[in-house]
């Protein structure tokens, strides 16, 4: 598992701010879910759907240490795993 605090970080440097998912409601999908938004302007980046927040923190990391080619070739890997 990851430290959320060292994704924090991570995310600091690269000019992004982490956001949690609440999670507070019923029926709410994104308790211990993660997303990306720029540090200045707010625009969400990376790990948001319909329903808010959707990516877990591993996700994350992948994200901000290969960018977007990581994760949609990990997304590829899971995918062929399945069939």
């Known amino acids: 598992m990851t430290d959320p605090q060292a994704v924090r970080v991570?995310?600091?440097?690269a000019g992004y701010r982490l956001?949690?998912?609440k999670g507070r409601s019923v029926g709410a999908h994104d308790w211990g879910?993660?997303?990306l938004e720029d540090?200045?302007?707010g625009?969400?980046?990376?790990?948001?759907g319909n329903r808010g927040v959707k990516a877990s923190l591993n996700e994350v990391e992948r994200y901000l240490q290969g960018g977007d080619a990581a994760v949609f070739e990990a997304s590829?890997?899971?995918?062929r795993?399945?069939?």
């Open 10 to 13: 991570l995310a600091a440097k």
């Open 33 to 35: 879910r993660y997303g």
């Open 19 to 21: 956001v949690k998912g």
């Open 39 to 41: 540090a200045e302007t």
């Open 76 to 79: 590829l890997r899971g995918s």
């Open 43 to 48: 625009r969400r980046v990376f790990g948001f």
């Open 81 to 83: 795993q399945r069939i």
